[in-house]
């Protein structure tokens, strides 16, 4: 992973580029921000070289907010078990631009559906086509967010043959595609080294 110092990415107060979770996650932090910032040693302001390792990573929310606000912070490694979750993180970083897009055509379509009943019939073509399990990497995020931005509540949850199966979320008119989250985000991870394994592995790893 590069040091910070050699990027054209600052990541400084001076700097805050809006980032936040993409995605809403059961068990997120956001809530607790302050309290966490509080908590944190004063020597991470003092040091000058930190790595911040997040081994659940979940939607991000300390993580976008450790990123943005600690400038002493050099390096990055997130993790979590979900493969979904960090591939989604891996192609906000690497291929933003083709996932907006994708998701911009999937907002337009899902606007232009004027009935309940068409809404739900869309999101179980889309929650079908998802559990193939053959999509590119870039499908894959679109339709996981999509998934996320509509179905009931918001949870991730699969049945014991690892098949998403939220019902559908009847919200009139949600948010697909947050376009200035999605690039500032994908600027905050470009130094970010992005693992899906057991936490302990990744402690193990960044030991
Ligand atoms: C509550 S979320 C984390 C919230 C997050 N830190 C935040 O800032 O909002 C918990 C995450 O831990 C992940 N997880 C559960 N068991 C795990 C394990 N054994 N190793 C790594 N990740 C795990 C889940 O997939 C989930 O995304």
Same mark, same amino acid.
């Given at each position: 992973?590069?040091?910070? $110092?050699?990027?054209?990415?600052?990541?400084? /107060?001076?700097?805050?580029?809006?980032?936040?979770?993409?995605?809403?996650?059961?068990?997120?932090?956001? /809530?607790?921000?302050?309290? #966490?910032?509080?908590?944190?040693?004063?020597? +991470?302001?003092?040091?000058? =070289?930190?790595?911040?390792? =997040?081994?659940?990573?979940?939607?991000?929310? +300390?993580?976008?907010?450790?990123?943005?606000?600690?400038?002493? &912070?050099?390096?990055? +490694?997130?993790?979590?078990?979900?493969?979904?979750?960090?591939?989604?993180?891996?192609?906000?970083?690497?291929?933003?631009?083709?996932?907006?897009?994708?998701?911009?055509?999937?907002?337009?379509?899902?606007?232009?559906?004027?009935? @309940?009943?068409?809404? $739900?019939?869309?999101?179980?073509?889309?929650? @079908?086509?998802?559990?193939?399990?053959?999509? =590119?990497? &870039?499908?894959?995020?679109?339709?996981?967010?999509?998934?996320?931005?509509? *179905?009931?509540?918001?949870? !991730?949850?699969?049945?014991?043959?690892?098949?998403?199966?939220?019902?559908?979320?009847? !919200?009139?008119?949600?948010? #697909? *595609?947050? @376009?200035?989250?999605?690039?500032?985000?994908?600027?905050?991870?470009?130094?970010?080294?992005?693992?899906?394994?057991?936490? @302990?592995?990744?402690?193990? =790893?960044?030991?």
């Amino acid at each position: 992973m590069k040091d910070r $110092k050699n990027t054209g990415i600052q990541y400084s /107060q001076a700097t805050r580029l809006g980032a936040k979770p993409f995605i809403k996650w059961v068990g997120g932090k956001g /809530q607790l921000l302050s309290s #966490i910032e509080k908590s944190l040693p004063k020597a +991470v302001y003092g040091c000058s =070289d930190i790595t911040y390792v =997040d081994p659940f990573v979940g939607g991000g929310a +300390v993580l976008f907010r450790i990123l943005e606000n600690v400038s002493t &912070i050099k390096k990055a +490694v997130i993790n979590d078990i979900n493969p979904d979750l960090t591939n989604a993180y891996r192609t906000v970083k690497d291929n933003v631009s083709e996932l907006i897009a994708l998701l911009k055509n999937i907002q337009k379509a899902y606007q232009l559906l004027n009935s @309940e009943g068409s809404r $739900k019939e869309y999101y179980l073509k889309m929650r @079908e086509r998802y559990n193939t399990k053959s999509l =590119d990497n &870039i499908e894959n995020t679109a339709l996981f967010v999509f998934l996320n931005r509509t *179905c009931f509540n918001c949870p !991730y949850r699969v049945n014991s043959k690892g098949l998403f199966n939220v019902p559908f979320g009847k !919200y009139t008119n949600p948010t #697909i *595609c947050d @376009e200035n989250t999605l690039l500032a985000d994908s600027k905050l991870l470009q130094e970010v080294e992005i693992l899906t394994s057991d936490f @302990e592995q990744t402690l193990n =790893d960044c030991a």
